[in-house]
């Protein structure tokens, strides 16, 4: 079975969905001959759809971020991966928004064969806002990628280092700021910080690192340098961090709403996200329980195995053979 997976131009700085399918086509056994296509600049995309088409694969899978792409393969033969909506529910408004609703949204997803949503948070938002028909539509969380593994680490009770990966709006890095004001700690931030949040971090006393363009690698280090994971976001299609976190056996925070309750597990150190009072007493206990503290690391690994490579590219695999062989 000829599989080809259609990726977006690489972007620096960009690379979850990248390493999710890295980690997903790793795990194919020998029946898919698999091939990842990166796309060119877009002024290129009637090009790039006539390489594709070239190819006659079995399967196109448009792998998210370039929707697209789906209007211009054979229809029959193409699953499409939604992540999220967020860029059209909060970060578009006008023209461009409906021009967006239909060239990346309505249009890809009613072509495409097959549809898959990262998580039923997803596939709600989906069907609620797009009206897509929910039977059209299969979850299939993400995985974490091999590179995110337990290491022992002493924890540094009287310091420790906070990791936070992802510094947009809606990562509601500033409320986690405030929580940690006069908590012995360091902060590590990964993605950039604007003026706001600098003057946020120093009204509050905040000992912050910042790191942008990380690499994989360097991001799944700085898990293992790290003593908790936050990740305390209003919104998000997954939440790749927290089961990143539970797989580096890190003990983890993250916000009791919906994708990262279900994605965290039934025992996870849940706060909600708008109450900056409930994130202090959640890393506080965190840092002072080392018992509670343990069993968040034991029931965090236990959960990423929900996630593994093997799992999730099993259940890709099957829906290949749908399209492959209706």
Known sequence: ?????????????????????????????????????????????????????????????????????????????????VHDIGHYLHGLRGLRRRVYEWLWLRGPMKAAAKLTAISRATAQDVVTHLGIAAERIQVIENCHSPAFRPVARP??????????????????????????????????????????????????????????????????????????????????????????????????????????????GPDACLAKPENVAAIRAAVLKIIHDPQYRQRLVDTGLENARRFSPEQISRQYLALYRDIAFP
């Not at 194919?28 to 296509?37: H, Y």
């Not at 700021?177 to 700690?185: N, R, S």
């Not at 898990?223 to 936050?230: A, E, K, L, T």
Request: charged share 20%; net charge neutral.
């Open 155 to 264: 924890f540094n009770v009287d310091r420790p280092t906070i990791l936070q990966v992802g510094t947009r709006s809606y990562k509601n890095v500033p409320r986690l700021v405030a929580a940690l004001a006069g908590i012995p700690c360091r902060l590590v931030l990964i993605g950039p910080v604007d003026d706001d949040l600098q003057r946020a971090l120093h009204e509050h006393g905040i000992d912050y690192q910042n790191h942008v363009n990380l690499t994989h690698q360097q991001v799944a280090q700085a898990y293992v340098d790290c003593d908790i994971v936050s990740f305390v976001s209003i919104g998000e299609g997954f939440g790749v961090p927290i089961i990143e976190a539970q797989a580096s056996g890190r003990p983890l925070v993250t916000a009791d709403a919906s994708p990262m309750r279900e994605v965290a």
């Open 1 to 81: 079975m000829k599989v080809v997976l259609v990726r977006r131009q690489p972007c620096s700085g960009a690379f979850s969905i990248e390493e999710l399918f890295n980690a997903v086509t790793a795990a194919f056994g020998p029946e898919v001959e698999w091939t990842n296509f990166e796309l060119g600049p877009r002024r290129r995309v009637l090009l790039d759809a006539w390489r594709l088409r070239r190819l006659r694969a079995d399967v196109y899978h448009v792998t998210g971020d370039v929707n697209y792409m789906t209007l211009l393969l054979p229809w029959r033969r193409t699953l499409l991966t």
